[in-house]
């Protein structure tokens, strides 16, 4: 068999990691790697496909940034050229950014197999880009591997069948598996974050770049208005986003100087950072799994998740992105240690099958 496995955009690269690795086993199975170019700088792509161990793209797209119509087309355009020329027998595509949405379409025309990872999560919130891409890639999708029960039973109810849909755990949680457990052993004092971490040993980790939170000034500032808050007890490390950091720039909103603002972190340092925080705050999609998975406490910025399974059995809470329902959970959370004595409580992961094994039973389905 001859698969294309896509990645685009930054929290892809962490899915498709475990993806390869597993391929590694099978001699009969050719696994290429297509870069879409959707993410392009250093520290939003190269960074990553060394931490994760992934080998150079045998194809790199280009397509770069711009509006969601220019993004979309020229990944799709490059996308068919390169199937054309490589003629495989399945496109292997992950998550919801916009190269999903685009290598699954062009896949589907040229009749090859498409295999979703991470297929079947609904926010119901139509106005999210994500949540478009999820329901068209599910729309057309052969094969669905879903991260969690409810994933399963959306796409049940939107018609798929049964035999199509197979629950095999979460390949990101593979990943971060894998990454905790060589970090345990890795020299992290030459991180650049390391010396913040030392000298802040109680702090908070946060991320934030949904358009939702950062594109409307009333709301970013209201957002960095409680984190400035919060900043009066405990530092905040913030690996800033460039759609956030241009949007801050733009509108001059001010960070209190006990916010630490990075720039975007490689995987391995942002774990290094996040798993021993207080809490993590948060929009990421991946986050709110990651911390469930580490029993990290999670307050999320956002009205709605399409990964309920980190509120029902993980650590995620949803605060919204006012400020009334961020300040009610961090006083809450903060209940449960008091100030300058931080006790970090962490839980074991209870959701099923997050076990670090996600991509072998994908191949074992694709490889019959
Ligand atoms: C994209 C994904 C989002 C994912 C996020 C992770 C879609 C619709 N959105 O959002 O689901 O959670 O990635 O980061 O696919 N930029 C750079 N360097 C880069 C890439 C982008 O500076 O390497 C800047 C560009 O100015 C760009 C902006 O960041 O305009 C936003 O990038 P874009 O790829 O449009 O979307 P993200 O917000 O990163």
């Known amino acids: 068999m001859k698969a294309l496995l896509v990645a685009g955009a930054r929290p892809n690269f962490m899915k498709i990691a475990p993806?390869?690795?597993a391929a590694q086993v099978y001699?009969?199975?050719?696994?290429?790697?297509?870069?879409?170019g959707q993410h392009y700088d250093y520290a939003m792509s190269q960074t990553f496909f060394d931490d994760l161990e992934l080998p150079e793209p045998d194809h790199f797209l280009e397509a770069g940034s711009g509006s969601h119509a220019e993004q979309?087309?020229?990944?799709?355009?490059?996308f068919e050229e390169v199937c054309l020329a490589e003629k495989p027998d399945l496109v292997i595509v992950v998550?919801?950014?916009?190269?999903?949405?685009?290598?699954?379409?062009?896949?589907?025309?040229l009749l090859i197999k498409?295999?979703?990872?991470?297929?079947?999560?609904?926010?119901?919130?139509?106005?999210?880009?994500?949540?478009?891409?999820r329901m068209v890639t599910d729309a057309i999708s052969d094969y669905f591997f879903v991260t969690e029960a409810s994933g399963a039973a959306n796409l049940l109810r939107e018609?798929?069948?049964?035999?199509?849909?197979?629950?095999?755990g979460h390949v990101m949680i593979d990943n971060l598996l894998h990454q905790a457990e060589k970090l345990k052993s890795s020299d992290t004092s030459a991180f650049a974050v390391a010396a913040l971490k030392r000298l802040h040993p109680d702090y908070f980790f946060m991320t934030m770049h949904r358009p939702a939170n950062v594109d409307d000034p009333e709301t970013l500032?209201?957002?960095?208005g409680c984190l400035n808050e919060i900043a009066k007890d405990y530092p905040i490390f913030f690996p800033v986003h460039p759609r956030t950091a241009k949007m801050l720039e733009q509108f001059a909103i001010e960070l209190s100087d006990n916010i630490h603002c990075l720039g975007p972190l490689g995987f391995r340092e942002s774990l290094y950072l996040w798993q021993d925080a207080i809490a993590v705050l948060t929009d990421s999609g991946g986050l709110q799994e990651e911390t469930t998975a580490l029993g990290v406490p999670c307050l999320t910025l956002r009205e709605n998740t399409e990964r309920p399974i980190t509120i029902e059995l993980g650590t995620n809470i949803l605060v919204g992105n006012q400020p009334e329902g961020i300040m009610k959970a961090y006083e809450e959370l903060r209940k449960s240690f008091p100030v300058g004595d931080a006790v970090v409580k962490r839980s074991v992961c209870r959701v099923p099958q997050w076990d670090g094994r996600a991509a072998e039973r994908i191949w074992k389905v694709l490889l019959g």
Do not use: W
């Open 19 to 21: 993806v390869y690795r």
């Open 72 to 78: 979309t087309a020229r990944v799709m355009v490059a």
């Open 27 to 36: 001699d009969s199975l050719e696994c290429l790697i297509v870069h879409t």
């Open 159 to 168: 018609g798929k069948p049964g035999a199509a849909v197979f629950l095999v």
């Open 221 to 224: 500032q209201g957002i960095v």
């Open 114 to 133: 498409v295999a979703h990872i991470e297929a079947g999560l609904r926010s119901f919130d139509l106005t999210m880009p994500e949540e478009i891409n």
């Open 95 to 109: 998550g919801d950014v916009n190269s999903t949405l685009a290598c699954s379409i062009v896949a589907k025309k």
